[in-house]
């Protein structure tokens, strides 16, 4: 492959001779031909042809280079970005060998959302288990087991991070001490749980914080012997993990810094539908209060939590879910441009070092539809930014990844659940918002900015109501404010909206 200087799995071993026919050098064509393309690497280097310190530090690179394992291409990172990346070579016709992916956990790439919905169902309630939700059968594809990845001959790196990586040498450093040169990465290391900390009890043990399926297998070997939880924060995970817990029948509270649940998407207005509902399954709320300490019980194990007003809840386990933080220290540290908390990014997804990529929840990229840069942390956005990039790296495209922000959550979906909740939301949640029908079962909020629709809310659509909410996100179009608050049903109300596009 033109521009890789070393094929497929090639070692260059120190002292060997770079015209060495050895097989260390497989996929080369022979030795001439990885003698040609190593040197062909070299000079097209632009630091090179400019000859002084440039080439020095292309010397640097090479030599590190031949220290080192190389691959034409490496995706750091297992979780759902990187399965779709991997989707999306095997798609584009990836010769075996040259693919290797660097993973945190023991398992291959999976749906993570699933973490904290049918994973969390007790036994009786068929959860979800692996390998029944790897990557890509939540996007309609084929399951990518294990076996999947060495069928396509693609290498994953099981129980492997990378703690440093080297620009100008072209390698990363991982948590084994090997050394791995690239000629392309993709950077979709995800993000991590934010923590409430050491001091306060954020460590105890019986403090749960759900990343990984590690994580939510611990949490669900427990539940079977508690009866009451505590679950820290109203986003995703908190409300999520709720709904779920439910099925236990445990007394479950959730702790909510803000006046309602969901602040960054919800207005007050639909955190009240939601809310209430919560409240009918059992689940209570505590909110505008946060939490001073977690406190341990007498076996050691988290056994109470005390708020800023002075209330102390007795629990026998706790569940936070205050947020995540990418992962994107190695990759800041060794020189990557960062943007919003993330690694900053173009339409391609390509960062500030040729030949580097980063997606999912780690890329800030320019979101064309609003004219802003962005992250989102969402599998949707995961899952399109994955298949966006592979295809714009392998051929060659400049078309700007062209996003339209969505969002969405399925809760209460246990067997025997009274009532299956599934909302979606397209689009920016600016402006003033027109609510529309009584939440039993559909509701919809419509945001208006300046006279045009920007984005749109929908509880418990058809199918085909669904499909029409993307259409009218990317429309914009001109909305009577007056006749969409007039509507008397979110059906009339989307026809309204439907007819200004």
Same mark, same amino acid.
């Given at each position: ?8 799995c ?10 060495s ?45 031949a220290?080192?394992d190389?691959?034409?291409y ?21 010769e ?26 007790p ?35 099981y ?25 392309k990465?993709?950077?979709a290391?995800?993000?991590? =749980? ?8 954020? %460590?105890? #043990? /019986? &403090?749960?914080? !759900?990343?990984? +399926? @590690? ?8 539940l ?5 939880v ?8 908190g ?6 817990l ?21 207005t007050?207005?639909?955190a009240?539908?939601?809310?209430e ?8 709320f505590?909110?505008?209060i946060s ?6 019980g ?6 109470a ?21 990418p992962?994107?220290?190695p990759?800041v ?8 908390? =993330? ?8 960062t %500030?070092? #040729? /030949? &580097?990529?980063? !997606?999912?929840? +780690? @890329? ?22 994955a ?21 969405y ?37 419509f ?9 749109v809310f ?8 669904f499909?029409l ?5 990317r429309?914009?179009p ?24």
């Amino acid at each position: 492959m033109a521009g890789t200087m070393v094929a497929g799995c090639g070692i260059i071993r120190p002292g060997m001779a770079i015209w060495s026919s050895s097989s260390a050098m497989r996929g080369g064509g022979g030795g001439g031909g990885a003698l040609q393309q190593f040197l062909l690497r070299f000079r097209s280097t632009s630091s090179y042809a400019s000859g002084g310190g440039g080439a020095r530090r292309s010397l640097t690179a090479i030599a590190a280079a031949a220290d080192s394992d190389s691959k034409e291409y490496i995706i750091v990172g297992g979780g759902n970005a990187a399965g779709y990346a991997a989707k999306a070579f095997v798609e584009n016709g990836l010769e075996k060998g040259k693919l290797c992916i660097i993973a945190k956990e023991q398992v291959a790439p999976y749906e993570r959302p699933t973490l904290t919905k049918a994973y969390l169902f007790p036994p009786d309630k068929g959860p979800a288990r692996l390998p029944g939700f790897h990557t890509s059968v939540g996007g309609g594809g084929e399951r990518q087991t294990p076996e999947w990845y060495a069928e396509k001959g693609i290498e994953v790196l099981y129980k492997t991070s990378v703690t440093s990586m080297d620009l100008h040498a072209k390698t990363v450093k991982t948590s084994s001490g090997k050394s791995l040169h690239y000629d392309k990465l993709i950077i979709a290391t995800g993000a991590t =749980a934010s923590k409430l900390p050491e001091s306060i009890g954020g %460590s105890l #043990p /019986g &403090v749960h914080y !759900i990343r990984e +399926v @590690a994580d939510a297998d611990a949490l669900v070997t427990t539940l079977s012997k508690k009866k009451k939880v505590v679950v820290i924060g109203g986003g995703y995970i908190g409300m999520e993990v709720a709904a779920a817990l439910t099925a236990w029948k445990i007394d479950t509270t959730v702790i909510i810094p803000e006046q309602h649940v969901m602040p960054r998407l919800f207005t007050a207005g639909i955190a009240k539908r939601y809310e209430e509902l919560y409240e009918k399954n059992g689940v209570k709320f505590l909110k505008g209060i946060s939490v001073k300490k977690l406190k341990a019980g007498p076996n050691g194990q988290v056994g109470a939590v005390e708020l800023s007003d002075g209330t102390v809840l007795d629990t026998d386990l706790v569940v936070v879910g205050i947020g995540a933080k990418p992962t994107i220290g190695p990759f800041v540290e060794a020189g990557l441009k960062s943007a919003e908390g =993330a690694i900053e990014v173009d339409g391609q997804f390509q960062t %500030s070092s #040729p /030949g &580097v990529y980063a !997606i999912g929840d +780690v @890329a800030a990229f320019p979101l064309k539809i609003y004219n802003r840069r962005t992250r989102v942390e969402h599998v949707d956005n995961a899952r399109k930014s994955a298949t966006h990039c592979v295809n714009a790296l392998l051929k060659g495209s400049s078309e700007p990844y062209d996003y339209l922000p969505f969002f969405y959550s399925r809760v209460f979906e246990a067997p025997g659940s009274e009532r299956k909740v599934w909302w979606q939301f397209y689009g920016d949640n600016v402006g003033e918002t027109v609510e529309i029908g009584d939440f039993n079962p559909k509701y919809a909020t419509f945001w208006i900015d300046k006279g045009l629709l920007k984005g749109v809310f929908l509880e418990s659509g058809s199918p085909e109501e669904f499909a029409l909410l993307p259409k009218l996100a990317r429309a914009q179009p001109a909305v009577d404010r007056k006749a969409l608050a007039g509507a008397s049903s979110v059906e009339e109300a989307l026809s309204i909206a439907q007819k200004s596009t």
